[in-house]
């Protein structure tokens, strides 16, 4: 019999890391996030350089989570309520391709159970003829952003950026 690891991997790209972060950062479940940079081309990248839009880099969260205590398919459903799947390389007033949507698999089982639950919401006409835009992509090199940029609303006190909640 083969033994689950007690911790898998998801990386997720929806705009803005640090609100993404804190999301994921309250599911109970999740053991640890690491905002950074990934599917880009520039080798440790800076947020100034991300920025520019000349890197090829999202602004991405690496979730890592217990999965007997929170599905990777529990995620994916956090993941499409917390931004828009359908504004393409932006997300509310952040525009550019490092705040585009996508999902950076881990496994051929990630990949398959991220497309299947991109093309049930498809399915469900909840954007109507707004067609999802979101990446499904191998995951590359994930490059840990700065340190003032982790866990950035715990730091700073600060409100969260504005994540409107898709699916009320």
Same mark, same amino acid.
């Given at each position: 019999? +083969?033994?689950?690891?007690?911790?898998?991997?998801? %990386? =997720?790209?929806?705009?803005?890391?640090?609100?993404?972060?804190? +999301?994921?950062?309250?599911?109970?479940?999740?053991?640890?996030? %690491?905002?950074? &940079?990934?599917?880009?081309? %520039?080798?440790?990248?800076? &947020?100034?350089?991300?920025?520019?839009?000349?890197?090829?880099?999202?602004?991405?969260?690496?979730?890592?989570?217990? @999965?007997?205590?929170?599905?990777?398919?529990?995620?994916?459903?956090? =993941?499409?309520?917390?931004?828009?799947?359908?504004?393409?390389?932006?997300?509310?007033?952040?525009?550019?391709?490092?705040?585009?949507?996508?999902?950076? &698999?881990?496994?051929?089982?990630?990949?398959?159970?991220?497309?299947?639950?991109?093309?049930?919401?498809?399915?469900?006409?909840? =954007?109507?003829?707004?067609?999802?835009?979101?990446?499904?992509?191998?995951?590359?090199?994930?490059?840990?952003?700065?340190?003032?940029?982790?866990?950035?609303? +715990?730091?700073?006190?600060?409100?969260?950026?504005?994540? @409107?909640?898709?699916?009320?």
């Amino acid at each position: 019999m +083969e033994n689950k690891p007690q911790v898998e991997i998801a %990386t =997720f790209a929806a705009g803005c890391f640090w609100g993404v972060e804190a +999301e994921f950062r309250r599911v109970k479940g999740v053991t640890s996030t %690491t905002v950074g &940079y990934t599917g880009g081309t %520039t080798p440790e990248p800076t &947020y100034e350089q991300v920025s520019s839009g000349r890197t090829g880099h999202a602004e991405a969260v690496q979730v890592e989570f217990n @999965p007997a205590v929170v599905s990777y398919d529990q995620l994916l459903e956090i =993941f499409w309520n917390i931004h828009d799947p359908t504004q393409l390389n932006r997300q509310g007033p952040d525009i550019g391709t490092n705040y585009r949507s996508a999902i950076f &698999y881990h496994s051929e089982e990630q990949k398959a159970k991220a497309e299947a639950s991109r093309d049930r919401l498809k399915q469900t006409g909840k =954007f109507r003829d707004r067609p999802i835009v979101t990446e499904v992509v191998p995951a590359s090199k994930f490059w840990r952003a700065e340190e003032y940029h982790q866990q950035y609303f +715990e730091k700073s006190g600060q409100g969260y950026c504005a994540i @409107p909640k898709y699916w009320e």
